[in-house]
Each structure stands twice: as structure tokens, then as C-alpha cells.
């Protein structure tokens, strides 16, 4: 269930237009996204944190469709990745002009043992990393699967932890229970959540190698109820670990050593976590993105869509209904998926005074 490469095959912008030519105006998701007619435009927050919603951005063309969302990412060149319970694509790529590059789907699904609807039931996270060698990605496989890949940003898999057949230097066995996020501190180690599973916390280092586990289910410091997403936050004087304990409505804070600091309470089922401009953004799957500063005070409530029911959603674009994950590009642009049937990425630039 190893392969060089997850996505050895994609379809490049020339090939995904020509797809689209014979149906220009196909339906997409970005309908869910459109201001309601004579909106001129749709902003959510206020003062430093206002950004307007860029109504057009991350169609796809006919014959694809979102499933339910599962993670956003950027890297150095402002590339956005967006993965989803979709047969097709499994990931979308579109460049910072909001142009769709290339999708990733059969290949992915071939290159690990697994049909397309397989694939669309087990992609969770997926996380960038910047690293001395380069950046890199680590896809969050859940159950049955329960695996993690390292990879490069074409898809080449460098690592691959979890259930694996046999052990090489490339591939580890270990028992993930239902894995659902990855974190990598400044020194390289690397922190996995078993979210939908066991509740455990886990440290290896940059070479894989398992270092400390803490967790279990609980309402306790240091036990969880849901604990989808993990950061490393170097916002402070050290980097700390936070859990987003999602069921118990918390962050726990930890030191590198996984050793418990202090709980960060009042959100809504929180989901993980992106750094940007000084700040710690959380997407909540109870209907906003909250924003933290260096010493978790909260500095903003976005789109707060709370008793929003799903038929109000497409008449309400500066609301969120379940956002799931959250990235932030070079340009403090705000990318938000949600935990909907057709996912619902959107994009908000920021607002500058």
C-alpha cells in the first residue's frame, strides 16, 4: 500500500480547462459562497481583523464537486492546497490569483490500495511544513486506514507511520487508533492526534522516532473528549503544544515535553489551529472562527453563524456554519473550509485601512 508517489498522475490547468470548456457554466460550490443579489460585497470582522469575502474564489469546473471539507493549506509561493470527502478531487491546487492548477484524485486513491470513494471516506488532515530541507506535507489518513504520509508538495511520499504492511526506512508500524491532525515544533518533532479514536497524544522526533504518548478520554487536564487538532505555537517566549479538545470546548496547552500548562476555555467545539501575523487562529465547528493574540486573549469572533440552519446558508455568506479548518496566506488572506456536504472553501482578503 506504498507508492513513490500519491498523486503520480494530475490534470494540469491546460487539461482542467478544456474539461471546462463545454460546460462554463457549470454549477460549482462557489454559488454557496455568492453575496445575495445587489450585495456589493460581504464582510465579516471589523478593525484589524475585517476581510471581505472573495465570492468567485475555488470553483471547480464541471464534472467536480466538494465533499464534506476536510483541510485548506498554503505554501511559500501562496499555493492553496484544499482537501475533501470528494471521489473528485481528493485536492484541488489553485495558484494566489485564485486560478485552479491541477486536481488530485484517481492516482492518489491507486497508489494506496484504495478506490475513490475509500479515499473520500477515510482524508482528514493535512498539514505544510516548513523544514531545513525543504517544505513538506503530512496527509492524516482516519480509520480504517489510520496513517500518516510525509510527502514533498508533488505528492513523492517520503514517510509513511501507521498501518503499513512491512517496516522499511521509509515506512513504520504504529497503532493509531483513528489519527485526525500533525503538528511539527521548530526542533523538527512532530506531534499526532488520535482524535476519532483513543484520545492519545502523540511526540516523535523529525526521524519518526516515538518520544512520549499522554492522553486518553477525560474531562481532566491532559485527558480529551475529541482531541481533532494540534498546533506548536511559537507565538510566546517558548513553543508550546495545543490540543483543540474539541467535545470538551477547551484548548490545553502543553510544554514541548507534553507537560500540562494551563487550559484556554469558552469555545465551540474547536478544530485546529493556524498561526498568522501574531495571532492563533481557530476555526470552530460550532459556527465562527475565534482569533487569539500572543497570550490567548480573544481578539476576534468572525462570521459567528450560530442557530443558522442549513437552508439559511447560502443566503448568509458572512456567516460560517461549521468551519473545520483554516489557513492564512503570505497576504494575511483568510481560507476557510467547513464541515458541509460540498465543503464551502472560501476566501477572505483581508482588509487593510
Known amino acids: 500500500m506504498e507508492s513513490e508517489y500519491l498523486f503520480p498522475r494530475r490534470m494540469d490547468r491546460r487539461q482542467l480547462m478544456q474539461w471546462a470548456a463545454a460546460g462554463a457554466a457549470a454549477v460549482t460550490m462557489g454559488q454557496w459562497a455568492a453575496a445575495a443579489p445587489g450585495d456589493k460585497s460581504v ?35 501562496d499555493r492553496v492546497y484544499v482537501t475533501s470527502r470528494s471521489t473528485s478531487p481528493c485536492v484541488a491546487v489553485f495558484d494566489k490569483e485564485g486560478k485552479l492548477l491541477e486536481t488530485w484524485s484517481k492516482d492518489f486513491a491507486d497508489s494506496v490500495g484504495y478506490t475513490t470513494q475509500q479515499v473520500a471516506s477515510t482524508a482528514h488532515g493535512l498539514y505544510w511544513s516548513k523544514e531545513p530541507e525543504g517544505e513538506f506535507f503530512y496527509f492524516t489518513e482516519n480509520a480504517p486506514g489510520n496513517r500518516i504520509y510525509k510527502t514533498d508538495l508533488k505528492g513523492k511520499v517520503l514517510y509513511t507511520l501507521g498501518s503499513v504492511k512491512a517496516e522499511s526506512s521509509t515506512s513504520q508500524k504504529f497503532k493509531f487508533d483513528n489519527p485526525t491532525d500533525v503538528a511539527v515544533a521548530p526542533n523538527g518533532d512532530i506531534y499526532i492526534v488520535d482524535g476519532y479514536g483513543s484520545q492519545l497524544v502523540h511526540r516523535f522526533d523529525k526521524n519518526f522516532k516515538h518520544l512520549k504518548t499522554i492522553g486518553g478520554k477525560g474531562t481532566d487536564h491532559g485527558k480529551f473528549n475529541t482531541c481533532h487538532g494540534v498546533w506548536v505555537s511559537t507565538l510566546g517566549s517558548e513553543p508550546e503544544v495545543y490540543i483543540a479538545d474539541r467535545a470538551n470546548n477547551r484548548l490545553e496547552v502543553f510544554s514541548l515535553d507534553l507537560e500540562y500548562k494551563r487550559t484556554v476555555p469558552g469555545f465551540r467545539l474547536p478544530c485546529c489551529f493556524y498561526q498568522a501575523d501574531g495571532h492563533l487562529f481557530v476555526p470552530e465547528l460550532g459556527s465562527r472562527v475565534t482569533v487569539l493574540d500572543a497570550k490567548d486573549k480573544v481578539v476576534a469572533h468572525l462570521g459567528d453563524g450560530a442557530g443558522m440552519k442549513p437552508a439559511d446558508i447560502p443566503n448568509n455568506p458572512d456567516k460560517f456554519s461549521t468551519p473545520h479548518a483554516l489557513t492564512v496566506d503570505s497576504k494575511g488572506n483568510l481560507y476557510v473550509i467547513e464541515w458541509l456536504p460540498y465543503g464551502r472553501p472560501r476566501k477572505f482578503a483581508k482588509v487593510t485601512a
Not at 475585517?50 to 476536510?70: A, S
Request: proline share 6%.
Open 43 to 77: 464582510k465579516i470582522g471589523s478593525g484589524a481583523m475585517t476581510f471581505e469575502l472573495q465570492p468567485e474564489w475555488g470553483t471547480l469546473p464541471m464534472g467536480m464537486k466538494y465533499g464534506f471539507g476536510c483541510a485548506v493549506v498554503v505554501d511559500s509561493q
